[in-house]
């Protein structure tokens, strides 16, 4: 017989087994439970109750507490938040005593810094059992637990992983900050607003978790978070990332050959490998000690170690006379298991197997629920009192607030047993259930149906729109899915297919995107259905792929598009048609063509979606046109923020890097306020990388730190590279050579592979300007030659233009003025076309330095003459070589005074290199220079610096945090840090410290 615990004990699910007094009135249940896998508890608040093992429990008695309870639901929860009061000393799991102590270390050390582990491995491994055992350790340390269980007939459900961690907090959410408590209302149903972005969601759970540990610290339990629906996922991916400075630890249980978001969050992991033969033993002795000789050593070898197989494979064995066949051994393990489940059902009345498949399909454990629903099937009364002998054999666990399988595998037995037209009847039976609950009911009638079914299809249709303007996009993707499904009309059936994809390309949901399309090319699309996928497929490309053809075709389709008076699609494929113009190497001819029909669409000339596809299509030919518009646009603001970020990248492309600074940071405030992080890391890119150029390090530096991050964290690999391109320029102007490497190393990794040619174009910038900066000139040559040469996959036809300052540099001190002549001719005619700043000014600088000595003079006073009042580096730079040729002329007087600007200026903006340079001229000239001060810059990160620049304009720690994405407690921490750094002891004294840096 398999061990049943004494009856004075009770055990947890995931392993923990405990002392309780016996229940009065303790049932069968209580009885049979054992040391194998159980379902969840779902109890109401303080209720106690006996329940059992789950996912391969393999220890002994391992700790032992007065009560256990599991508080903080109400009846439509359906996980509970798990309280222990522990006092009893701890034993180990057979076989986990080194996975025992680190993850015990985790948890001693939750008050200096928080963290997040996934415990990985294959079913039954034992995931929960040590979960639970770690809840134990917190329950003993005072710790407050929150628990979440992935559920797979959940996963099309929004938020409903979200929902358990956070609903014992719920009545906590009201003394958030306003948009992140209509946030967390919305999600949790409590206000009938549209579902605000993910990311917002995020920062609101991760607030309303950091205050809950505030006063005590949060284990956060998650099992089976592969199954998590997708946007509980992202959110507890983005929590888990922002845990150093919380008193929280996230431990998260994931199956092996499963994705989870959770796998891209950089998290620590634990892999459970199978019991050694030791344990494997020690366990299945604990469990059946009387089995017979040779089935013992049979169950030990089909075991293999798991720990689920040696607690329930025995029950298979289970018979008189020990001897039941098992299921054959080269079946895998996972198979095997199912089957025995499989066989438990076997001898269960008709009626209860109907039961337990209305279970294994329901997307809630209610017990009134299956029940009905069982009614509505086998025409007979049913009482929960029908389930006992499902309990008996240890296939669910049945308690007042619901029925639950004590392992999912369970589930999916009962599942994958069930003919098709067994599922069909069970939906159609919750859905005449679920009358009260119209969601759900609609859901159970779309999966009851074999054949099309229009009026469905209809209704699910219209949930797709009124969820759809509620923000959620997920569930709005999911009703379409299965109104495509249903479709009778080939016409709708199309319609619906396409506007899926579409919503999913919004979600940034490329898996789901490929999967959609994959099914339309099965499909007769019309024309303008075509277009749309074209643009979808074209959304996730970023324009990456040296192909001139495609950019034509684009246009040629967006034209097509506009004639049927679709402007909006035409725009949106003239759009991706100049990305391809930007990130590849187009031909003039489907240049012209881009600019052609985006000239000839009926929209404002000061339309901020015009403006970008010019800039990115031909920002050399329409560059004087889109400077005098975006010049207007900024004497005359519309007040439009999000339009604002596409006139910064416009600016960008045209050289004016000033502008691209203003509107950039105009429209930061708006994309953080509504979470939009996708949109932020493009705009903090384009920001840092017109920054850089301007040396306007204050800005730039925060600004790639936080683009990068935000880029990883949103999935946009290419953006990632080029917030690293433009943090090793940033590094160049710092002097930080090791660093310039490492990021450029990083960022070629990703763009090589793909012809990336603007991140290739900025990597091999930043290495010239390294090179400079130490005085490697022909180094510096040979890394800014490439960006001209249009075989190198460097080059880039806008991108060299703002690069000609450095270049002229190099060839003048390593001999190669002559090899750049070219070069400099080519750009003086470009230099007809635009009046691009950033060009000219370059050039008025390598006028001065290419000309003959004698005659150099006239050309360094029209660069000082120059307008560049926005642009410090740029005449600071112009100052440092005309002091310079100065010197050389032997005027040396005259040198001091531009070099001492020179040396200001650089010291101010904080590029120690070219500091160093103007010292170096001076002291050649005979006058001596102070030590350069050390500054913010030197001393602070990155994040450091934006925190201490937002901290000295007024800020507090929770807006800084709202800004961040960070929680007001990482806040402080790094506060904490930023001021003996600073040497300075008040938040006021912030704004003196960084001046200079200022």
């Not at 009846?75 to 799991?93: N, V």
């Not at 037995?413 to 859905?431: C, D, E, F, P």
């Not at 003048?812 to 000219?840: F, K, M, N």
Request: a neutral charge.
């Amino acid at each position: 017989m398999t061990h049943v615990p004494d009856e004075g004990m009770m055990l947890i699910p995931g392993g923990t087994l405990i002392t309780a007094a016996p229940e009065e009135g303790a049932t069968s249940d209580r009885r049979n439970a054992t040391l194998a896998d159980s379902a969840t508890a779902r109890d109401r608040p303080g209720q106690k109750r006996s329940v059992n093992r789950r996912d391969g429990n393999h220890g002994s008695p391992v700790r032992s507490y007065p009560e256990a309870t599991f508080a903080g639901r109400d009846p439509e929860s359906r996980r509970p938040c798990l309280h222990m009061p522990a006092d009893q000393p701890i034993r180990s799991l057979f076989g986990r005593e080194s996975e025992q102590r680190r993850l015990g270390d985790v948890v001693e050390g939750v008050r200096m810094s928080g963290g997040a582990m996934l415990v990985r491995g294959e079913a039954g491994i034992g995931k929960s059992a040590l979960l639970l055992d770690t809840a134990g350790i917190a329950a003993a340390r005072g710790m407050r637990i929150l628990r979440t269980v992935g559920v797979e007939s959940e996963t099309h459900m929004p938020f409903a992983g979200l929902h358990q961690v956070l609903l014992p907090l719920r009545t906590e959410i009201g003394q958030l900050p306003a948009p992140q408590r209509d946030a967390l209302e919305a999600v949790f149903g409590l206000a009938g607003a549209r579902m605000p972005a993910p990311f917002l969601i995020a920062l609101a759970a991760l607030n309303l978790l950091g205050e809950a540990a505030a006063r005590s610290p949060v284990l956060l339990l998650v099992e089976d978070a592969h199954w998590l629906d997708r946007s509980s996922a992202d959110v507890l991916a983005f929590v888990a990332r922002r845990l150093d400075s919380e008193p929280i630890v996230l431990l998260a249980a994931i199956h092996d050959g499963f994705q989870s978001p959770l796998d891209g969050a950089g998290l620590q992991e634990l892999l459970l490998d199978r019991l050694d033969d030791t344990a494997a033993t020690a366990l299945l002795d604990a469990c059946s000690p009387t089995l017979a000789p040779a089935v013992r050593t049979r169950l030990l070898r089909e075991a293999a170690g798991n720990p689920l197989a040696l607690v329930e494979l025995p029950i298979a064995a289970e018979t008189q006379d020990g001897r039941r066949p098992l299921p054959p051994g080269w079946l895998p393990l996972t198979t095997r298991l199912e089957q025995t489940f499989t066989a438990r059902m076997s001898g269960l009345p008709s009626t209860l197997r109907t039961m337990l498949l209305v279970a294994a399909l329901n997307d809630s454990t209610a017990v009134s629920e299956t029940l009905d629903a069982t009614a509505l099937i086998t025409g007979v009364p049913v009482t929960a009192d029908d389930l006992a002998p499902a309990v008996t054999v240890r296939l669910v666990d049945v308690h007042e607030a619901g029925v639950s399988f004590r392992h999912p595998l369970m589930r999916s037995a009962i599942y994958q047993g069930a003919s098709i037209s067994q599922r069909h009847a069970v939906h159609a039976a919750l859905a005449d259930v679920l009358t009260g609950r119209p969601d759900r009911r609609l859901w159970h009638r779309a999966a009851s149906t074999p054949r099309p079914d229009e009026s469905i299809a209809v209704e699910l249709e219209t949930t797709a729109k009124a969820v759809r303007g509620r923000g959620d996009l997920l569930s709005a993707v999911a009703a379409l899915e299965h109104a495509v499904r249903l479709s009778e009309n080939p016409a709708h059936r199309c319609e619906r297919l396409v506007r899926a994809a579409e919503y999913a390309a919004e979600m940034g949901r490329r898996d789901i995107v490929v999967r959609l399309l994959g099914e339309g090319e099965r499909l007769q699309l019309s024309a303008q259905q075509r277009a749309r996928i074209v643009w979808i497929r074209e959304s996730f490309e970023d324009g990456i792929r040296d192909d001139s053809a495609a950019a034509h075709s684009l246009a040629d389709l967006a034209e097509s598009m506009a004639a049927q008076g679709d402007v909006d699609l035409a725009l949106k494929l003239l759009s991706t048609a100049s990305l391809r113009c930007f990130w590849a190497h187009a031909d003039e001819r489907s240049r012209q063509r881009v600019v052609t029909v985006a000239e000839g669409l009926p929209v404002d000339d000061l339309d901020g979606r015009l403006l970008t596809i010019l800039a990115f299509a031909a920002p050399i030919e329409r560059g004087k046109v889109v400077i005098e518009r975006l010049r207007h646009l900024a004497a005359h603001p519309t007040g439009d923020r999000l339009a604002a970020r596409l006139l910064g990248s416009s600016a960008l492309m045209v050289g004016a890097f000033d502008l691209s600074e203003e509107f950039c940071a105009a429209s930061l405030p708006a994309l953080r306020a509504q979470g939009r992080l996708s949109l932020l890391a493009r705009d903090l890119g384009a920001q840092a990388w017109s920054a850089a150029r301007l040396a306007d390090l204050s800005v730039a530096i925060p600004a790639a730190e936080e683009a990068a991050r935000l880029a990883h964290e949103t999935s946009q690999p290419l953006m990632h590279a080029i917030a690293q391109a433009s943090g090793a320029v940033l590094a160049a102007l710092r002097g930080e050579q090791d660093r310039v490497e490492s990021l450029a190393v990083a960022a070629e990794q990703v763009a090589l592979p793909i012809g990336a040619r603007p991140v290739l174009a900025t990597v091999q910038h930043a290495r010239g300007l390294a090179a400079l900066g130490e005085g490697r000139y022909a180094d510096a040559f040979d890394h800014l030659r490439r960006m001209h040469d249009p075989a190198d996959p460097a080059f880039h036809l806008a991108l060299r233009c703002f690069s000609i300052a450095e270049l002229a540099d190099a060839a003048v001190h390593s001999g190669q003025s002559r090899a750049v002549a070219g070069i400099i001719e080519e750009l003086e005619t470009v230099a007809l076309t635009t009046p691009s700043p950033s060009l000219h000014a370059d050039l008025r600088y390598a006028r001065a330095v290419l000309a003959d000595e004698a005659a150099a003079e006239p050309f360094f006073d029209a660069a000082l003459g120059a307008d560049l009042r926005r642009w410090p580096f740029v005449r600071a730079r112009v100052q440092l070589a005309y002091g310079e040729w100065l010197r050389r002329q032997r005027r040396t007087a005259e040198s001091r005074a531009p070099l001492r600007m020179a040396r200001e200026t650089f010291d101010a903006l904080g590029v120690i290199p070219w500091s160093e340079r103007a010292r170096q001229e001076l002291r050649a000239s005979g006058e001596s220079s102070r030590s350069r001060s050390s500054e913010a810059r030197d001393v602070l990160t990155a994040q450091e610096l934006q925190i201490a620049q937002m901290a000295a304009d007024g800020l507090t720690n929770r807006e800084i945090g709202e800004k961040l994405y960070l929680s007001h407690r990482t806040v402080s921490s790094h506060l904490y840090r930023i001021f003996p750094k600073l040497g300075i002891t008040s938040r006021s004294a912030l704004s003196t410290a960084l001046r200079v840096s200022a």
